[in-house]
């Protein structure tokens, strides 16, 4: 199989969704870097985005077409100024020219040239979508389709992923594979996972990494407590964590978010609180990702917020004395490692496998890293990784209006709930007489997710997206 990075599964981007926003922004980037290497680009004049299955279903609800608009841009969605992800679209809507890679201008109109093929659906996979380039003669230069397989991930049509260009020193399919090489080797989960992780980078450079990557998740939480305002999209959804962030009060005052966590880790609140506080984080950072914010995708964009609110709750309210970079940097390890087994074993698209193989696989990862920052066994991880995703089998994705708003913000919430739990229970139980084993879980997803009918697969077209009378306009 792929050799997958916690790199993969977490990744720096921009709301609202991984497979509907960040994956056709990487298409389009691909396209263009296709152009390049083709020697394309100076002779294109017009371009085309054709958008099929679930991509064309709640694309606009996505933002689909806005990434679009932003990948073939030449815009990285890392590192890309926040203001700028509406006032580009806007710009090229309005004057109906696009920079093409930034550097080539070509006539854009996003109402003509990016097409939503509502009954369309391609074979390979539900999120397909399809980039023409065409010559001043009208003449097709490029065609290419890739595929949003999930979290952000991109595949081209007819491409075939090599799986033996990375040799890891502990390859790892399965739960029980990487029980055993904890075990022989006497180490944790987050030890193997780091020496996977040296056949990429140097261990200073994944620990500074990780580190940024909790920065962006800390921030995220961060802003999302602090803004308050009416979502986007047409449901006219207010932002709740402001609100229930003021009324949980803070006794210190405070200036950005390093002095905000040095606050909250100083509070002794009572189990109501910590439990509000939890709700707060996951629906401060889902919020914040419904407004085209940067977020952390772990491992997707709508389920962003559960890592993020347990490792807030490990940092400040758990019964570790004090939890340190060195903790956090193998919280997220651990996390990463988990969330691969699933995209391996099973999927973490939505359009694939409805939110089971997105809360609930945010919920296993977060389970298993707060379970070992705990001080649990490894057996004791891979139980609560276990126990988390039990509980979402069959959860469905039926997002209102096709945003990642309702009820995506609050299922965030109940996933971190679920996660901690998890752990809880893992942590005062002996994983030998369990009945259930992670690698069966992940095997009983997949077959939930063939199973699982189309119209609850992020299409919008069950559940409580068609019972509940709303209507968003076009946008």
């Known amino acids: 199989m792929e050799a997958i990075s916690v790199f993969d599964m977490l990744k720096i981007g921009v709301g609202p969704s991984s497979s509907h926003t960040l994956g056709p922004w990487r298409a389009a980037e691909r396209f263009c870097k296709s152009l390049h290497q083709q020697n394309l680009l100076p002779r294109t004049a017009k371009v085309e985005c054709h958008l099929y299955g679930s991509l064309a279903l709640t694309g606009r609800g996505h933002g689909t077409d806005i990434a679009v608009m932003l990948g073939l841009s030449g815009k990285d969605p890392v590192t890309i100024p926040i203001p700028e992800v509406k006032s580009e679209p806007n710009r090229i809507h309005a004057e109906h020219l696009l920079y093409l890679d930034g550097q080539h201008l070509i006539a854009f109109n996003p109402d003509q040239h990016i097409i939503f093929h509502y009954s369309e659906r391609l074979t390979e996979h539900a999120n397909g979508m399809t980039l023409i380039a065409f010559s001043e003669q009208d003449e097709i230069t490029l065609e290419e389709t890739y595929f949003s397989v999930g979290g952000g991930f991109v595949v081209k049509a007819g491409e075939t992923i090599e799986t033996d260009t990375v040799k890891l020193p502990h390859p790892i399919n399965s739960a029980r594979e990487l029980s055993r090489y904890c075990v022989s080797h006497d180490v944790g989960i987050w030890q193997v996972v780091l020496e996977n992780e040296k056949t990429w980078r140097e261990e200073a450079q994944i620990k500074a990494e990780l580190l940024k990557i909790w920065g962006v998740m800390r921030n995220c939480v961060y802003r999302g407590c602090h803004e308050e305002g009416i979502l986007p999209g047409g449901l006219e959804v207010t932002r709740r964590a402001p609100a229930l962030f003021q009324k949980l009060v803070l006794p210190c005052e405070y200036s950005n978010a390093d002095e905000w966590l040095k606050c909250l880790i100083q509070c002794d609140f009572k189990f109501s609180k910590i439990l509000k506080w939890i709700g707060c984080f996951a629906m401060a950072v889902n919020e914040e990702n419904a407004s085209f914010s940067r977020i952390v995708t772990a491992p997707t964009n709508g389920a962003a917020g559960v890592i993020p609110a347990v490792l807030m709750y490990y940092v400040c309210f758990s019964e570790k004395e004090?939890?340190?970079?060195?903790?956090?940097?193998?919280?997220?390890?651990?996390?990463?490692?988990?969330?691969?087994?699933?995209?391996?074993?099973?999927?973490?698209?939505?359009?694939?496998?409805?939110?089971?193989?997105?809360?609930?696989?945010?919920s296993a990862m977060a389970a298993a890293a707060l379970t070992e920052g705990l001080g649990g066994t490894v057996a004791q991880a891979l139980m609560a990784a276990e126990i988390a995703m039990e509980h979402h089998l069959g959860l469905t994705c039926d997002p209102i209006g096709g945003l990642v708003q309702i009820p995506c913000i609050e299922r965030n919430s109940m996933g971190a709930i679920k996660a901690i739990t998890a752990a809880n229970i893992a942590l005062e139980s002996d994983p030998e007489k369990a009945k259930v084993h992670l690698d069966e879980c992940i095997k009983t997803m997949w077959e939930t997710a063939q199973d699982m009918n189309h119209k609850y697969k992020e299409t919008s077209q069950g559940g409580l997206a068609v019972n509940i009378s709303i209507k968003v306009p076009e946008c």
């Open 322 to 362: 004090k939890v340190t970079d060195e903790d956090i940097v193998r919280f997220l390890l651990v996390a990463g490692e988990i969330g691969s087994l699933f995209k391996k074993g099973a999927t973490i698209s939505a359009a694939m496998g409805g939110c089971q193989a997105e809360i609930g696989v945010s």
